[in-house]
């Protein structure tokens, strides 16, 4: 049973469907697949879903697993389907709706549903079918069967518990997914940007036509506020990638997002730096030297990587004043301090048990 998990924006994982396929360029290292095709494989819920690393487009359920949420005392953020997409083209929608019941049966955990799958996830939450799927399957899962319909049925929807995001891993991305996400009916909605493999700017989605981060609007001449919008977004993620074939992340990418964050005063978590950070101290690791090794770095422009060593006046010498420089280290070396300290902000709606938990 998940009830743990080393996963730093959550407190446990709920895996009720494995298996999954390769979508965008943010799956290119996926480590669901890889441990799926892996120390996993022979196990009866994973084995036969990946090859060499990959998801092979082949979806188990694991209708066995649907009662743990009951099993946990304790309210806690439950990570949902963390080894696979639960709007997964093959997982049927009455499906979808028993693990939706369970979610409305155990109002003391925040249920996180991530997805890349943004156009079912908000066709569905939208689909005045899905309700009274939910309410009939709360019906059935409950020993107050009735009373838990009725609940379902009659009461808050959407669900308060339940947060939705989607995975963003650069520009392109998040003007695909996020204005899904932001129509799909939610209490919360969140991104993970990771892998963060490009600047994302959270203001100007689809070429500046959507701004879902809203904030105060100031005066340019004396900084006073004459207009104000709240954000739609209510939580941001952001982290490099780790294990074999990681690629670097720009210092600046996950800056950007933090500041936007800030300055909206939305939620902002960064999980990690993956196998890539800055070599230098200023990030807040004065562990980190100069650069010994160079086999070990890599120049990232604002456009992605250029595998390479750095040389003294590299940045004037070709042009790339923008860039910096990344050096490999293990995940647990490189860290998550980002210039100088850890982002561990929290969305403020979620019950008071669980977000007391941090």
């Known amino acids: 049973m998940a009830d743990?998990?080393?996963?730093?924006?959550?407190?446990?994982?709920?895996?009720?469907?494995?298996?999954?396929?390769?979508?965008?360029a943010g799956c290119d290292n996926c480590y669901a697949a890889k441990l799926t095709g892996g120390r996993l494989k022979h196990l009866p819920a994973y084995e036969g879903l990946a090859e060499k690393g990959r998801f092979n487009g082949k979806v188990r359920l694991l209708p066995d697993r649907l009662n743990w949420p009951f099993k946990w005392r304790k309210g806690r953020k439950i990570f949902v389907s963390d080894m696979a997409d639960l709007f997964h083209k093959?997982?049927?929608?009455?499906?979808?709706?028993?693990?939706?019941?369970?979610?409305?049966?155990?109002?003391?955990?925040?249920?996180?549903?991530?997805?890349?799958?943004?156009?079912?996830?908000?066709?569905?939450?939208?689909?005045?079918?899905?309700?009274?799927?939910?309410?009939?399957?709360?019906?059935?899962?409950?020993?107050?069967?009735?009373?838990?319909?009725?609940?379902?049925?009659?009461?808050?929807?959407?669900?308060?518990?339940?947060w939705a995001g989607v995975s963003v891993e650069d520009q392109k991305w998040a003007d695909i997914r996020i204005p899904a996400l932001l129509e799909t009916p939610a209490a919360v909605r969140f991104i993970s940007a990771e892998p963060l493999l490009g600047p994302?700017?959270?203001?100007?989605?689809?070429?500046?036509?959507?701004?879902?981060?809203?904030?105060?609007?100031?005066?340019?001449?004396?900084?006073?506020?004459?207009?104000?919008?709240?954000?739609?977004?209510d939580w941001v993620i952001a982290g490099g990638e780790s294990g074999p074939g990681a690629r670097p992340m720009h210092l600046d990418w996950p800056r950007g997002l933090r500041d936007q964050c800030q300055q909206a005063g939305v939620a902002y978590l960064f999980k990690q730096w993956g196998a890539w950070c800055p070599p230098h101290p200023d990030h807040g690791q004065s562990v980190f030297g100069h650069v010994t090794n160079e086999d070990a770095c890599q120049v990232v422009t604002k456009a992605g990587a250029l595998r390479g060593r750095p040389w003294p006046g590299w940045g004037i010498q070709d042009g790339t004043r923008d860039a910096c420089v990344m050096r490999r280290y293990p995940k647990g070396k490189a860290g998550r301090l980002l210039d100088g300290r850890t982002w561990d902000e929290f969305p403020a709606a979620m019950p008071q048990e669980v977000a007391s938990r941090g």
């Open 4 to 24: 743990k998990t080393s996963i730093e924006w959550t407190d446990a994982s709920w895996p009720v469907v494995t298996g999954c396929d390769h979508i965008s």
């Open 90 to 162: 093959d997982v049927p929608d009455g499906y979808i709706a028993r693990v939706f019941a369970v979610m409305a049966a155990t109002p003391r955990h925040s249920f996180q549903v991530l997805t890349k799958r943004h156009g079912r996830m908000r066709s569905l939450l939208s689909s005045p079918e899905f309700r009274p799927e939910v309410a009939y399957w709360a019906g059935q899962t409950c020993e107050n069967g009735d009373a838990m319909h009725d609940s379902v049925m009659f009461g808050a929807w959407p669900l308060a518990n339940v």
């Open 200 to 233: 994302v700017d959270l203001r100007n989605l689809r070429g500046g036509r959507i701004d879902c981060l809203g904030g105060d609007v100031k005066d340019p001449s004396d900084g006073a506020v004459y207009s104000s919008t709240p954000s739609v977004l």
